[in-house]
């Protein structure tokens, strides 16, 4: 593993691990979710089309591709993303995180129900696993966590999972960057209509919320992914996703600091068992003919790389 690909991961999973921290202030200026979904996109659309436009490395997609990317971003990762920082605004920032990480060991899950395979450790394992440290973070019936927040960032993790085995189906030949602009464009006009259409789109939020959803934006999304490129290039991305653990560490650290919450030990513990399920999916996941590169947050719908990324994030979180 080089340094250079080591600095790069881990500093894209504490840009990454700032994200749910930098929405929660962002909450507060009065700015409501989908509001911060469209402005995020919005803006991370533009830096990642505008840089490729300046670079001459802006392909056009076929039709395929740009169906392809249309269901991929203004779809399915619209609704992971609506469903996270929901999830975020319900709960502790931390605990968001950890429940998101339940996507590794159900990536494994998904897919053996498509190909209808016998599961066997490699796939029960790590599920068994993740479902233990999920009961530990969830803690007893009846115990003061808000249960829609909780079912919000179960059903992100759920959804990331699905839109990951769907990406690595009907992949298409593009740049990891390219993909993610298009993406980002496609989620950004989802949230633009649903938010017109419920009438939940409002500008009036205080002025320090163009800060913060700008960090969220260019920290936490365009710099994030740029950087996890360079790393899964130079690592592999399979060593890069088990560097990308520390996001949730940053989180738990960055809530606590920051924001003042707190998790218990049950929940720690609870949590450090989710990410252990979260390393035996990576680990065991084995190396299909057609992965989507880049790995988070997070599936490119690209060239295949030489082994098994889809353990990671796919468009930006």
Do not use: H, K, N
């Given at each position: 593993m080089?340094?250079?690909?080591v600095?790069?991961?881990?500093?894209?999973a504490?840009?990454?691990g700032?994200?749910?921290v930098?929405?929660?202030?962002?909450y507060?200026?009065?700015?409501?979710?989908?509001?911060?979904?469209?402005?995020?996109?919005?803006?991370?659309?533009?830096v990642?089309?505008?840089?490729l436009?300046?670079?001459?490395?802006?392909?056009?997609?076929?039709?395929?591709?740009w169906?392809?990317?249309?269901?991929?971003?203004?779809?399915?990762?619209?609704a992971?993303?609506l469903?996270?920082?929901?999830?975020?605004?319900?709960i502790?920032?931390?605990l968001?995180?950890l429940l998101?990480?339940?996507?590794?060991?159900?990536?494994?899950?998904?897919?053996?129900?498509?190909e209808?395979?016998?599961?066997?450790?490699?796939?029960?394992?790590?599920?068994l696993?993740?479902?233990?440290?999920?009961?530990?973070?969830?803690?007893?019936?009846?115990a003061?966590?808000?249960l829609?927040?909780?079912?919000?960032?179960?059903g992100s993790?759920?959804?990331?999972?699905?839109y990951?085995?769907?990406?690595?189906?009907?992949?298409?030949?593009?740049?990891?960057?390219?993909?993610?602009?298009?993406?980002?464009?496609?989620?950004?006009?989802?949230?633009?209509?649903?938010?017109?259409?419920?009438?939940?789109?409002?500008?009036?939020?205080?002025?320090?919320?163009?800060?913060?959803?700008?960090?969220?934006?260019?920290?936490?999304?365009?710099?994030?992914?740029?950087?996890f490129?360079?790393?899964?290039?130079?690592?592999?991305?399979?060593?890069a996703?088990?560097?990308?653990m520390?996001?949730?560490?940053?989180?738990?650290v960055?809530t606590?600091?920051l924001?003042?919450?707190?998790?218990?030990?049950?929940?720690?513990?609870?949590?450090?068992?989710?990410?252990?399920?979260?390393?035996w999916?990576?680990?065991?996941?084995?190396?299909?003919?057609r992965q989507?590169?880049?790995?988070?947050?997070?599936?490119?719908?690209?060239?295949?790389?030489p082994?098994a990324?889809?353990?990671?994030?796919?468009?930006?979180?």
């Amino acid at each position: 593993m080089t340094r250079r690909g080591v600095s790069a991961t881990l500093v894209s999973a504490a840009a990454f691990g700032l994200m749910p921290v930098l929405a929660s202030y962002a909450y507060g200026t009065g700015m409501s979710v989908p509001t911060l979904l469209a402005l995020r996109f919005t803006i991370a659309a533009a830096v990642f089309l505008a840089w490729l436009g300046a670079r001459g490395r802006l392909e056009r997609p076929t039709a395929r591709q740009w169906a392809v990317l249309a269901l991929l971003g203004g779809v399915m990762y619209a609704a992971q993303s609506l469903l996270y920082f929901t999830a975020v605004e319900r709960i502790a920032p931390a605990l968001a995180v950890l429940l998101l990480y339940l996507y590794p060991a159900l990536v494994s899950v998904v897919s053996a129900v498509v190909e209808r395979s016998r599961p066997g450790l490699a796939v029960l394992g790590p599920i068994l696993v993740s479902l233990a440290g999920l009961a530990l973070v969830v803690g007893p019936p009846g115990a003061d966590l808000d249960l829609l927040g909780v079912l919000a960032a179960v059903g992100s993790a759920v959804t990331y999972a699905l839109y990951i085995v769907v990406g690595t189906r009907v992949s298409a030949a593009l740049s990891p960057a390219v993909t993610t602009g298009y993406l980002s464009m496609f989620a950004a006009g989802s949230f633009v209509l649903l938010g017109s259409a419920a009438g939940a789109l409002d500008l009036g939020f205080a002025t320090a919320g163009w800060g913060w959803v700008t960090a969220v934006a260019v920290l936490s999304t365009v710099l994030a992914m740029s950087l996890f490129f360079v790393g899964s290039a130079a690592l592999g991305p399979v060593r890069a996703s088990l560097l990308s653990m520390f996001e949730p560490l940053v989180a738990v650290v960055a809530t606590w600091l920051l924001l003042g919450g707190t998790l218990s030990w049950p929940q720690l513990a609870g949590g450090a068992a989710v990410l252990a399920g979260a390393a035996w999916g990576v680990l065991a996941a084995p190396a299909p003919g057609r992965q989507p590169r880049g790995g988070l947050r997070e599936t490119f719908i690209a060239a295949p790389p030489p082994d098994a990324s889809a353990r990671r994030r796919a468009a930006p979180r």
